[in-house]
């Protein structure tokens, strides 16, 4: 019952810390060039791990669906296959997995530590926001880079579909991209998209969130990293599920 209530509050608290985020981004007045400085500071640490990962993911979608469709004799198919279920789920989450342990780890880590040395307090005793300040370019540069990783991620797994095709399916390169823009779809697309926003928001408004409201000095730095890792990965699947459920409905309406 205490943890249950502990989560409600982490719940609101964090619903409350967005709304103040929100107003920022409404009222304008932001500074783009710190906008961009995180955008690129996120997008650099994570490139080199994002490809990688993405790389390893479309080899291994490409060996799970060889052993699928080569009995049917559809092969020719695989990389329409492959890359669809890529942007359509494995993208989107495998971003927001590399991002959450990653940067999401590091900004609830950066932020507490200047919440503990009041340089947070500091920043409001000098008359200026803090949240315009210091959060709202962070939370910006989580949401919009975990785009350039979704598509880097998406190239890569291409790649990697594309070269066990070749050593492990026994089909030539034009044949494994041929039937890629058949089956990925506009629906696809939009449906990944909406996927990485939502993951994205979730990740930026729980590792800001965290790290703002640290308190207990060092330990309490540890305390807010810990908490932000396991908030943001179990928060990630449930939107999983969320997004999965509501947008077969949408697609049911859709379609009738």
């Not at 092969?75 to 342990?101: D, K, Q």
């Not at 590091?106 to 507490?112: H, R, Y």
């Not at 703002?212 to 330990?219: C, D, I, N, P, S």
């Not at 908030?231 to 990630?236: F, K, L, N, Q």
Request: with cysteine; hydrophobic share 50%; glycine share 12%.
């Amino acid at each position: 019952m205490h943890l249950l209530i502990l989560v409600i509050n982490d719940i609101g608290g964090c619903l409350i810390f967005l709304k103040d985020v929100s107003l920022i981004a409404l009222k304008g007045k932001w500074h783009f060039s710190l906008i961009c400085e995180q955008i690129w500071k996120v997008t650099k640490q994570s490139f080199s791990t994002t490809g990688l990962a993405g790389f390893f993911v479309g080899a291994i979608m490409t060996v799970q669906f060889t052993m699928q469709v080569k009995e049917f004799g559809a092969l020719g198919y695989l990389g329409g296959l492959s890359t669809s279920a890529t942007i359509r789920e494995v993208g989107p989450l495998l971003i927001a997995f590399m991002l959450s342990g990653k940067i999401g780890a590091f900004t609830s880590a950066e932020l507490g530590t200047m919440r503990v040395t009041e340089q947070i307090d500091a920043i409001r005793c000098l008359g200026a926001n803090p949240i315009r300040e210091i959060i709202f370019p962070r939370f910006v540069g989580i949401v919009v880079s975990s785009f350039f990783l979704l598509a880097l991620g998406l190239i890569m797994s291409i790649a990697g579909g594309l070269l066990m095709g070749m050593f492990f399916s026994g089909i030539n390169p034009e044949e494994y991209l041929r039937h890629i823009p058949t089956i990925i779809t506009s629906i696809s697309i939009g449906n990944g998209l909406i996927k990485c926003f939502t993951f994205a928001l979730i990740l930026a408004s729980i590792c800001t969130y965290k790290g703002y409201t640290t308190t207990g000095g060092t330990k309490g730095v540890g305390r807010s990293v810990v908490s932000t890792a396991v908030a943001s990965m179990v928060g990630i699947v449930v939107a999983d599920w969320m997004t999965s459920f509501v947008g077969e409905i949408i697609l049911k309406m859709v379609i009738n």
